[in-house]
């Protein structure tokens, strides 16, 4: 087996075990266990399948208006929490791979580098 491919198997391992992802599944299975949140969450489903159809601007409305509505029970908050948590630390590793592939990024005029690295 490569190295790359070990260390990927290992990365996969670390965020198989990583507590954002047990937190988002715990929060899930609570989630999944209140009928009400999952009521809220099954019609602000079914309304961004709509705004993905029509995109009518009283569509988008409503799917506005039922985000808002999951959002608000508490256990919907705690999903998206963990969720956004957890997408956060996706990013972060994908990040990562991107600039060891690339290299680094040059984001404006930074102090480290003077603005003139050329990067």
């Given at each position: 087996?490569?190295?790359?491919?070990?260390?990927?198997?290992?990365?996969?391992?670390?965020?198989?075990?990583?507590?954002?992802?047990?937190?988002?599944?715990?929060?899930?299975?609570?989630?999944?266990?209140?009928?009400?949140?999952?009521?809220l969450y099954n019609e602000f489903q079914r309304?961004?399948?709509?705004?993905?159809?029509?995109?009518?601007?009283?569509?988008?409305?409503?799917?506005?208006?039922?985000?808002?509505?999951?959002?608000?029970?508490?256990?919907?908050?705690?999903?998206?929490?963990?969720?956004?948590?957890?997408?956060?630390?996706?990013?972060?590793?994908?990040?990562?791979?991107?600039?060891?592939?690339?290299?680094?990024?040059?984001?404006?005029?930074?102090?480290?580098?003077?603005?003139?690295?050329?990067?």
């Open positions: 087996m490569s190295e790359v491919i070990k260390r990927a198997a290992e990365l996969a391992q670390a965020i198989a075990n990583s507590e954002e992802l047990k937190n988002l599944r715990a929060a899930e299975q609570e989630l999944l266990s209140d009928s009400e949140a999952m009521e309304l961004q399948q709509m705004a993905q159809m029509s995109g009518t601007p009283e569509v988008m409305q409503q799917l506005e208006e039922a985000y808002k509505k999951f959002a608000e029970n508490e256990k919907a908050k705690a999903f998206l929490e963990a969720n956004q948590q957890f997408g956060a630390m996706l990013e972060t590793v994908n990040k990562m791979l991107q600039e060891a592939i690339e290299g680094p990024k040059h984001h404006g005029d930074c102090g480290s580098c003077g603005g003139g690295c050329g990067v």
